[in-house]
């Protein structure tokens, strides 16, 4: 435990709490995915050529391998009737010859990407979706990070990062796309030079934010491309003053398998003509590390608390506050009403009943599907469901917050005192309702559907089919943190879809939700 005394020493030094820059490593250490050259691999093999042939024709440089493969995958992809369910679904997305490859890139992503079972490796995903951190910055398409962090805001692509406005508090940037939109990731030359072309005001952005907390890189070696080029950015916009901010800021976590004891040393990274002090970790296994990172203290940053300071009404203090006052939700405050806004952190727990009224469905489904629940189970059944059961659906999840707000009994009883009908209708709600329409039901393909276990259907079936016919499964309970897995890392997957989609989408929630939280 030497070194988790020595991490926490350190980054208790800091005023501010980390920010994690995670790399392919950490996807593939704990969510089965192919390394970047392993996925060219695969579709120079649908292309029927060598993997071989396209690394030697761009002289080993992946994105320009990448490249020449989406040329030719183009092709193969427009005519092969292997691609024609995806070319109807995926339309949308074509906007340039390297739109095929990208599509399929996604799609293998999310069929491929499965958790993993060793015990030793989920112990080390539990210490690590408990770290303190304030955000998280990703060159990874994937969405590991959103299962783990499911109370995170995700800014997808340069754009999000640098031109909204980011509070610098539980987010996700995935600076190089994400497999909800294709034509977000950054994998061919085209993509890298117009990533660096515009590089200068993303360096500008993660500077300000490396001079203000520690950075931990994750799932990079030092001599990574990603890391190189990103650094090399940054170096452009040092200044003196940078130089000695960065001191020690910045430590690499790198995987040396066989490492009896993980070590933390001084080290050092050169960029461009400077030398930045680094401290270096190499370990076998993360736990420790993790456990480390999690241990510390959550401190919030100088500038933001000068901020809250300077913007936000102290209303306990004085009852005659100046000037128009509109409590709002944090993501939400960059409202255009002419009125000075006043929000709360962690005001959550302590909401009006207008404010629980103001909640959508999508803020319910990711407290059903997230961790600790935010708000007040009560409330919600009283103030928030009534509105929302009333809004075109009946499907949104009940029975998380009757079994949290102590109205169902060991015996199964539901007590439903003093709430709406339609709160009573949806407690109501059993197997059936959860099932695809009537004129599915009887169709082939859902009969086939009915026979599989949710193993089999998440391995063998497309994210359409699962929502279309997937609730056909009965589920047992090991299931049940495998269901919620797959329905946080297709979240943004179910927006993109027709409402049919995003309807059993809601199907599999309030199902998982019955499953989880109704009556035993």
Known sequence: MVIAAKLVQHLSEFSAAPILFVGAGISRRYYGLDGWEGLLRCFAEEVGKPYEYYKSQANNNLPEIASLIA??????????????????????????DES????????????SAALTNDHELKK???LLSKVSVDGIITTNYDPLLEILFPGFTVYVGQDQLIFNQIHGVAEIYKIHGSIADP?????????????????KYLAAKLLTMMVEHPVIFLGYSMGDPNVKQIMRAIAACLTKDHVERLRDRLIFVEWEPGRHLPEITNSSILIEDHFIPIKLIRADKFDEIFGAIGAVKRKFSAKILRMLKEHVYELVLSNDAKGSLFVQDIDKADSEKPVDVVFGVGVVAGMSAVGYKRLTTDEIIQDVLGGVSRFDAEKILTDTLPDLLNRKTSLVPVFRYLREAGRISADGDIKLEGLSDRVRRASERGRKDFLPPATYVETTKAKE???????????????????????????????????????????????????????????????????????K
């Open 100 to 111: 095929a490859l990208k599509i399929e890139v996604c799609q293998r992503l999310s069929r």
């Open 71 to 96: 040329k030719d995958f183009h092709k193969v992809w427009w005519e092969s009737d292997r691609f024609k369910k995806s070319r109807a679904e995926n339309l949308k997305f074509c906007v340039s």
């Open 449 to 519: 559907t009915a026979k599989l276990n949710f193993a089999d259907l998440v391995n063998n079936c497309d994210f359409k089919h699962v929502m279309e016919y997937g609730t056909m499964i009965d589920c047992a309970e090991g299931d049940l943190d495998g269901v919620r897995e797959y329905l946080l890392a297709n979240y943004s997957n179910h927006k993109i879809y027709h409402s049919l989609i995003e309807v059993g989408y809601r199907k599999w929630v309030c199902y998982y939700d019955f499953l989880k939280y109704g009556p």
């Open 124 to 126: 080390e995903m539990g």
């Open 183 to 199: 034509n977000s990731i950054v994998l061919t030359q085209k993509d890298y030079d117009v990533f660096e072309d515009r590089s």
